[in-house]
């Protein structure tokens, strides 16, 4: 599996992302996908995560009703869109792969066995 992230740049706050991440092979639709990101000096922190059927979605507190994740199974791709930035928004975003997670939710680093190269988002204010 490869991932392909993109989509991240530099904008001011209150301004709008949409990060998409491309997957190699048929995997993808048997997995549970999540967004990551790290900022210099912290540990990579999980973003939202989306079941591979998109029945559920989850958020970490500080972007909910900000930032929605949803993926096209027929595209192979799964997106982060991302409104309201805010400079504590700034960070490499990470698309991760959990393939054969089931129909649950997969929201810890450790869950994910692949991982896309990284998109950096920076926020100015």
């Known amino acids: 599996v490869q991932l392909q992230a993109s989509g991240g740049g530099l904008v001011q706050a209150g301004a709008s992302l949409r990060l998409s991440c491309a997957a190699s092979?048929?995997?993808?639709?048997?997995?549970?996908m999540g967004w990551f990101r790290q900022a210099p000096g912290t540990e990579r922190e999980i973003v939202a995560a989306?079941?591979?059927?998109?029945?559920?979605?989850y958020y970490t507190d500080s972007v909910k009703g900000r930032f929605t994740i949803f993926r096209d199974n027929a595209r192979n791709t799964v997106y982060l869109q991302m409104n309201s930035l805010k400079p504590e928004d700034t960070g490499v975003y990470y698309c991760?792969?959990?393939?054969?997670?089931?129909?649950?939710?997969?929201?810890?680093?450790?869950?994910?066995?692949?991982w896309g190269q990284g998109t950096q988002v920076t926020v100015s204010s």
């Open positions: 991760a792969s959990a393939p054969n997670s089931g129909s649950g939710l997969r929201i810890h680093v450790n869950d994910y066995d692949y």
């Open positions: 092979g048929r995997a993808f639709r048997t997995s549970a």
């Open positions: 989306i079941t591979r059927s998109s029945i559920s979605t």
